[in-house]
């Protein structure tokens, strides 16, 4: 199978009530996944992305095990077609897809911990007192003076650098509002707030990220078999030590997500599949590398398409 892959991994916003439904009913090899990660998580997992409700399925601590283990069973029904990625990469919680898509640690022990990684975010910022936001049609440059100009009344940071004309900003309410004016002013094309619970990439973060690096650090890790384009910087990890040091820095910091395509495609990476559910990751990196070939694999019609492309 020639390179030239890279796999990467959705995060939050991607989750769904009905997610992988039709990829575990199609594959027992995708059932054992749902099957480990209730075995782990102490509550049926396939029944919470299946049927909901979905106030359960987007509280942060079930979405991002929920999240994990649908892209991973997406994962394992694609394995049979011998890929070889060049490298990988995910979305904030995906990054923890992509690495026990390259062999960083077991799927059991990932599960264990971005259910932690759910609970501390929650912890860190009182329910409703947080804000996320998307910024349309403005310069990196003038998101980060928006926010710089907003913090006089709290806490905002650029979160998430997802792809041309496209930067998410979170913080505490009123500093995003008023972050979002002076967007605007900036002339801003459009400024749509998110429906996700807790303004994660930013300061508001450190403590949850100081309570994880605990976890991180008592659990095992291998070196990587394909490179990790990491969140925090664009760069590619193989080490355990330089994986563990970037997942806590992750928390606080923002998402590179355009730096981080670009990276993929730096290491010679011209087909881009993207692993679990939905297809947001596809569309951003279409703006990011317009010549870059998207394929994705959430249900048995697109893991074929899939399939038979990777063959052609």
């Not at 283990?69 to 897809?97: D, F, M, Q, W």
């Not at 923002?254 to 569309?283: C, N, Q, R």
């Not at 394929?295 to 019609?301: E, I, R, T």
Request: glycine share 8%.
């Amino acid at each position: 199978m020639a390179s030239g892959i890279g796999l990467v991994f959705p995060g939050q916003g991607s989750q769904s009530v009905g997610m992988g439904r039709a990829l575990y009913d199609a594959h027992p090899v995708s059932q054992a996944v749902y099957k480990d990660a209730s075995a782990v998580l102490g509550y049926d997992v396939a029944e919470l992305c299946f049927n909901g409700p979905a106030e359960r399925l987007n509280l942060t601590e079930h979405t991002q095990p929920a999240l994990l283990t649908a892209s991973i069973a997406a994962l394992r029904v694609l394995e049979p077609a011998g890929l070889k990625p060049a490298a990988v990469a995910g979305h904030s919680l995906g990054e923890y897809s992509a690495l026990v898509a390259a062999g960083g640690l077991t799927f059991k022990a990932a599960v264990a911990l971005v259910q932690k990684r759910g609970r501390y975010m929650a912890e860190a910022v009182p329910p409703g007192s947080g804000l996320v936001a998307a910024i349309l049609g403005l310069a990196p440059d003038a998101v980060r003076e928006a926010c710089r100009e907003a913090s006089s009344v709290g806490v905002v940071a650029a979160a998430n650098f997802n792809s041309p004309g496209q930067v998410v900003i979170a913080g505490e309410k009123a500093a995003v509002e008023k972050a979002i004016e002076a967007a605007k002013a900036k002339g801003a094309k459009k400024a749509i707030p998110l429906p996700v619970s807790v303004p994660v990439h930013t300061p508001l973060m450190k403590s949850a990220a100081e309570r994880l690096a605990k976890d991180v650090e008592a659990t095992v890790w291998s070196d990587l078999t394909a490179p990790l384009i990491n969140n925090a910087e664009a760069k590619a990890l193989r080490t355990v030590s330089e994986v563990k040091a970037s997942l806590i820095r992750q928390l606080p910091s923002s998402v590179l997500w355009e730096d981080s395509v670009k990276a993929m495609h730096g290491l010679g990476v011209t087909t881009f599949i993207e692993v679990g559910p939905g297809t947001v990751l596809s569309g951003l990196i279409k703006r990011i590398v317009p010549d870059a070939r998207t394929l994705n694999v959430q249900d048995p019609a697109s893991l074929e398409t899939t399939v038979k492309a990777l063959k052609g």
